[in-house]
């Protein structure tokens, strides 16, 4: 497991820079076996020094990319597969590792269709308008056909922060992940309208 300030959705490529020495033979281990990891969201305390607190559910990850530095670190790119449950933390000699279980997914609802349009119209606003703003916006995004990962495509593609995408990541219902994330959305859209409206 490698606990992070950071949460890794499903679909999501994540780099990683591994300096720790824990986190070094964490990789080592992975890339000797199956490239399999689980990425956990720090809920209290630090990525480095251990001691910290984690959030019961995160995601279990491939790693897809790997390059090991001269002097042992790590350059890595990790891409989330599916939602895991923590059952129980295992220890953290020589680094932190947990029993977990997939999270299965559920179907998708049958008025998925006509909530992924919503979604796409809100993040296209959002995205309209950090454009008005001179703000950065990801270019090249990909369509939100998968009902399973329209919600965390667009949570990416938007910014959302680490709590509310932690929030998302626990939703067990493909369609409560789509309102959730089409809500977030139009707030956002509020704040950068009002933004755009002050002279």
């Known amino acids: 497991m490698f606990p992070l300030g950071t ?3 499903p679909g999501q490529a994540l780099p990683l820079h591994v300096f720790e020495s824990r986190y070094r033979a964490l990789t080592a281990d992975c890339l000797a076996r199956d490239r399999e990891l689980g990425i956990v969201l720090i809920e209290r305390g630090h990525e480095v020094g251990g001691g ?8 279990l990850a491939r790693i897809v990319r790997a390059a090991e530095l001269p002097d042992g670190r790590s350059l890595i790119v990790a891409v989330g597969s599916a939602r895991v449950g923590i059952r129980r933390w295992l220890g953290e000699d020589p680094y932190p590792s947990a029993e977990v279980e997939v999270l299965e997914e559920p ?32 270019r090249g995004a990909r369509p939100l056909d998968d009902p399973s990962l329209a919600a965390y495509e667009a949570a990416t593609v938007a910014g959302m922060g680490p709590l ?36």
Request: no cysteine.
């Open 107 to 138: 179907p998708a609802p049958p008025d998925d269709r006509d909530r992924r349009e919503e979604l796409h119209r809100a993040l296209a606003r959002v995205l309209a308008l950090r454009t008005e703003l001179g703000e950065p916006v990801p």
């Open 52 to 59: 910290d607190t984690r959030f019961s559910v995160g995601t």
């Open 7 to 9: 949460v890794l959705l």
């Open 164 to 199: 509310d995408a932690q929030r998302l990541l626990e939703l067990d219902d493909p369609g409560a992940r789509l309102d959730a994330v089409r809500a977030w959305l139009e707030e956002e859209a509020e704040v950068l309208g009002f933004r755009l409206s002050r002279p």
